[in-house]
């Protein structure tokens, strides 16, 4: 029956539990319903008049409270009638509420699904259509489930039980353990044998010290979730294996160490039995060490098969990829992006010292210790030259490895691609970097610090960047220069003085370690080994000759040499042999060392065998290097662009940061102006500087060759002929050749002229050296044409030919030109005189000059010479012998001792004096003489054909001055300026001259400030790549 607590609501809850209902319900009436225990107490008698909070509950979240108020009903004890009537119906009303609350919750329901879904589509109207956007997805996403098949993928994975059937009986390998724990008790020490024993270090854990870890440094530190991660799958079970094994060894290494210090002293020799029990101990210990190798080499080989695998699966992604390349935004790997920011640094100038504090692999190395095998083999193709024992790596080449789909390689400034799996392509890629090299260094040297730089690319190849270095020397050979040691020191030390590379030094396993070189150079660089990876060369030969192969451990295990380092490797690079194959120098190496009994004795251990490994630790290496240093170095670069950009704002607060290169093209665009300004020049001011500059050349071979011998004559006729005579000499000979260089100088001053002008406007004085260099060149190699000059000499030849002069304007300006001439000359003439007599009676007394004894002689001379031409007013050109020993005698007895030859060098200058005066008087005559000269100077004493030669002359000068300017405007000006851009070009092409030519701090200022920035923004680019790949 319903049991209802002492303390009843009412007297209606006590009558609905009656015990004659025969229901036994164990629910108390405070449990019921709360819209129940509303509509129950609000008929009842004993209600009072404070409303219960059940009704309130009631009116806010239903329609009940809303119902017609009932009139309240009496009490059961007044009359029996109605309360029997309320007993009654009480449940029946009940119902009815409950089905009506039914209704509106239905409605409710219904309504509210119809707002939300209306809603739903709104909304869904509102969203953009995604599909137009498909495109941002890569085209492989779409096709990666057609193109694997994923149940074939797990099919060719191995079951559970097959791989059961290959891990090692843990509890034969714990019995081993424990009897090999029990051997110690008789003062055998088995725990260095057991501990080269174990092979699976191969996997992840590398045992000893400075030992290099394989895997990814922040397994360590997630040790734990890494573990749960590994237990999934297949190596996750080798190394829980691995663990135990560790455990094994730690646990005899520790009963080793107890029972050593419990044995007071040596034991006695032991007997036959006992000597029978260690060597069946030891057979025993021999099968537990080939059993793990046996384990290790299947695991080995395993992990190889899921490997390849997995790199021809990538393969296939990277090839779809690269199929759709062209739709989108080429995204750079992060090795290609660290590789871009190490060219950058490789050209920039080293005033900060900060370019060479980024991680890059340093590989160095005594010459012919396998430096460059190892980068093969590492590269995956045969790349780099190879000489029998000569110096082949003659400059540093850095090389970049990341992974593509295809094994190509590139070079940094050019766009061809080698296929690396073509030989033809490789060969040509070898001669390729040593053309290269042999360019890079320079005439009387052997080596050169010249970066080449390479990219390579290939499925499974490692990402690095790693600079091979030519290899260190101890004597130098003949055709070598005396430097070349001391250069190969220097640029090894100042690639391995950067505190964050690494340094991979190679050392040749085949030859006496006390021969190496490099160690010791490597030691000083590196002391504490914190960065430096050793690897041992050769080892084949090396266990070949080796007597005691337990030197080959000390080396790997760093007790031989003074040298520390992270790690210790030892790698087979081929047999010798050039015409190998990676593929057949990798088979050759792992079969030598599963042969070997270097691993099989315990002196190596696995993970310190192949290049395959090798390569794995420095790629590990490299990049937590790169993680650890690459922010502080792009802080410092940060660092060093504000001081720069404040340097430049205070020195040089009004000016533009232009580097070399934008200097260059300003100052190329402002020559080239001044070069085209040339075509602007008028033919008129051509023509009047050709003729004026053609005539002082020329006027002193007139005056003195062709008119002055020519007057000496006795009439008219013999002086026109020797006048024509003298001209076609001239014109054959020397007249073409002086104008053109007439020409060409005048082109020069011009050009020139245009470039100090525009220099004065607001010119840049840092353009100088360059405007003068590039003037200077291309009037080096500017030529003229060569059938210019004979054209020229036929017209020379015809104008001088001419000697009608039709009007008498002509003839006024012959006369013009000639008494121009004739007094210019004569000005010259009395200015020489001057200088070789002294001053006269005047200056001496107003300026208190005197004359020097040279000048008192050649007064005296003078003297004597003006009364003889006063006496022969028609005398010759030239003194008789007889004349000048009369003049000698003459001054001998006023006690002047002169010599003939001082005598013959005053006659003619008084002479050319007498002559021009006496030619100038002749020309002011002539004036008037033009009457004459058309009546050809008939029935007239008058004789004018020095005006007509001068006018011959003047004609001649302005028709070449014509023709000049003519081929000057039309072809030479053009040819100059073709001449200057090429100039332009090729100093635009090298550095070097643009570097000699455009100097000055606010140069190298403001190309540091573009390095600089450059190499930041690469950076930060980098590192939040790098952050992304985390």
């Known amino acids: 029956m319903l049991r209802v607590g002492s303390k009843a609501a009412c007297m209606g809850c006590r009558n609905l539990v009656s015990s004659n209902m025969g229901v036994r319900v164990r629910v108390p009436l405070q449990k019921l319903h709360s819209l129940s225990c509303a509509i129950h107490h609000r008929y009842s ?116 039980e097959e791989i059961a059937k290959l891990l090692p009986d843990l509890d034969k390998i714990g019995q081993n353990f424990t009897f090999l724990k029990s051997l110690l008790s008789s003062g055998v020490s088995l725990g260095s044998e057991v501990k080269g024993a174990s092979g699976l270090h191969l996997l992840l854990e590398t045992s000893g010290g400075p030992s290099l870890k394989a895997t990814d440094s922040s397994a360590a530190t997630t040790h734990d979730v890494s573990d749960k991660q590994y237990k999934k799958g297949l190596l996750g079970e080798l190394i829980l294996i691995q663990q135990q094994i560790q455990q094994h060894e730690e646990e005899v290494r520790r009963a080793a160490e107890a029972n050593s210090a419990r044995l007071p002293a040596p034991e006695p020799a032991p007997s036959p039995p006992q000597q ?27 992990l190889e098969r899921l490997e390849k695998e997995n790199k021809e699966l990538r393969k296939v992604v990277l090839q779809k990829d690269d199929k759709g390349i062209h739709q989108r935004k080429v995204k750079k790997s992060l090795i290609d992006m660290y590789s871009e920011v190490l060219d950058i640094l490789s050209d920039y100038d080293a005033n900060y010292n900060t370019q060479d504090h980024l991680p890059r692999v340093v590989v160095v190395g005594d010459q012919s210790a396998g430096k460059t095998s190892v980068l093969e083999m590492i590269a995956q193709a045969r790349i780099f030259p190879r000489g029998s024992g000569e110096m082949m790596t003659r400059s540093p080449v850095k090389v970049t490895l990341s992974e593509g789909p295809h094994h190509v390689a590139m070079f940094k400034d050019s766009g061809r691609e080698f296929d690396l799996n073509k030989e033809e392509d490789l060969a040509a890629l070898r001669r390729e970097i040593e053309l290269r090299m042999r360019k890079s260094v320079k005439e009387g040297q052997t080596v050169s610090a010249e970066t080449i730089s390479l990219n390579v690319k290939g499925p499974g190849i490692q990402r690095m960047v790693l600079v091979d270095l030519p290899g260190v020397i101890s004597t130098v050979t003949t055709g070598m220069a005396t430097d070349t040691k001391e250069t190969i020191f ?74 520390k380092a992270l790690g210790y490797f030892a790698v087979v690079t081929g047999k010798g042999s050039s015409g190998e194959s990676i593929d057949s120098i990798k088979e050759y190496e792992e079969d030598f060392f599963q042969n070997s009994r270097l691993l099989r004795d315990g002196m190596l251990k696995a993970h310190q065998v192949t290049t395959k490994n090798l390569s794995l630790a420095v790629s590990d290496c490299f990049w937590k290097m790169v993680r650890e240093s690459v922010e502080q170095q792009a802080d410092v670069f940060k660092a060093s662009r504000f001081n720069l950009e404040t340097e ?86 020397q007249l073409p050749h002086k104008a053109l260089e007439v020409a060409w100088e005048t082109l020069q001053e011009e050009f020139a002229r245009f470039i100090a002008e525009y220099r004065g406007k607001d010119q840049d004085d840092i353009f100088d050296k360059l405007k003068e260099a590039v003037k200077d060149e291309s009037i080096k190699r500017h030529k003229w044409n060569e059938r210019a000059m004979d054209s020229l000499r036929v017209i020379q030849h015809n104008a001088l030919e001419d000697r009608s002069i039709t009007d008498k304007p002509q003839w006024d300006a012959a006369i013009q030109f000639m008494e121009e001439t004739l007094q210019s000359r004569l000005k010259d003439t009395e200015s020489v005189i001057r200088d070789m007599v002294g001053p006269d009676w005047k200056e001496r ?30 005398h010759t050109a030239y003194l008789a012998n007889d004349e000048v020993t009369t003049v000698r005698k003459n001054l001998e007895g006023r006690t002047v001792e002169v010599d003939p030859i001082l005598i013959k060098d005053t006659w003619h200058q008084l002479y050319r004096r007498h002559f021009l005066q006496k030619a100038l008087t002749h020309c002011n005559l002539c004036k008037r ?71 000055g701090r606010r140069v190298q200022l403001a190309e540091d400030l573009k390095k600089v920035r450059e190499i930041q923004e690469k950076l930060e680019a980098f590192i939040e790549a790098l952050h992304k790949e985390k």
Not at 276 to 302: H, I, V
Not at 686 to 698: G, P, S
Not at 971 to 992: A, S
């Open 276 to 302: 029978t029990r260690k060597s069946s101990d030891k057979e025993k210990t021999d099968q537990l060490q080939e059993e793990l190798l046996r384990t290790q080499l299947k695991y080995q080989r395993m």
């Open 648 to 733: 430049w704002k205070n020195n040089y607060p009004r000016l533009r940061e232009l580097d070399r290169n934008e200097l260059f093209e300003k100052a190329k665009n402002e020559i080239l102006d001044e070069v085209i300004s040339l075509s602007q020049v008028t033919p008129q001011h051509w023509e009047a500087i050709l003729q004026k500059k053609l005539w002082e050349r020329v006027s002193t071979h007139v005056i003195e060759n062709i008119y002055l011998p020519a007057a000496q004559t006795t009439d008219s006729g013999t002086f026109n002929t020797t006048v024509d005579i003298k001209l076609k000499q001239w014109t054959d000979k």
């Open 929 to 999: 003489g033009f009457y004459y000269y058309q009546r050809h100077f008939v029935d007239s004493e008058l004789e004018c054909s020095d005006v007509v030669l001068f006018w011959r002359i003047q004609r001649m000068l302005g028709i070449t001055a014509n023709t000049l300017r003519q081929q000057l405007t039309n072809t030479e000006v053009r040819r100059l300026e073709k001449n200057v851009k090429e100039v332009l070009d090729d100093f635009g092409e090298d550095m070097e001259k643009k570097t000699q030519l455009i100097t």
């Open 45 to 160: 008698r004993n209600t009072t008049t404070q409303r219960p909070p059940h009704r309130t509950a009631a009116r806010y979240f239903t329609s009940m409270s809303r119902l017609p108020m009932q009139p309240p009903k009496p009490h059961p004890g007044s009359g029996g009638h109605s309360y029997q009537q309320q007993r009654s119906f009480w449940v029946a009303r009940l119902a009815a509420r409950l089905l009506r609350l039914r209704y509106i919750l239905l409605g409710t329901a219904v309504g509210g699904g119809y707002t939300a879904k209306k809603t739903y589509d709104e909304w869904k109207d509102m969203l953009p259509d995604f599909s137009e956007y498909n495109w941002v997805i890569p085209d492989f996403v779409w096709e990666l489930s057609e193109q694997i098949d994923l149940d074939k993928l797990a099919k060719a994975l191995p079951e559970m």
């Open 490 to 563: 220097s640029m090894s030390k100042a690639y391995m003085q950067n505190p964050n590379a690494i340094i991979l030094c190679i050392q040749d396993g085949s030859i006496d370690a006390e021969r190496s070189i490099v160690t010791d150079l490597v030691s000083q660089m590196d002391p504490q080994g914190k960065r430096t990876i050793f690897v041992l060369t050769k080892v084949d030969l090396a266990e070949k000759n080796l007597a005691s192969p337990s030197r080959i451990q000390q080396i790997v295990e760093g007790k031989l040499f003074p040298m």
């Open 845 to 874: 007394w107003l300026h208190w000059r005197s004359r020097t004894p040279d000048q008192h002689i050649r007064n005296e001379t003078k003297n004597e010479l003006d009364r003889l031409l006063k006496l022969h007013d028609d």
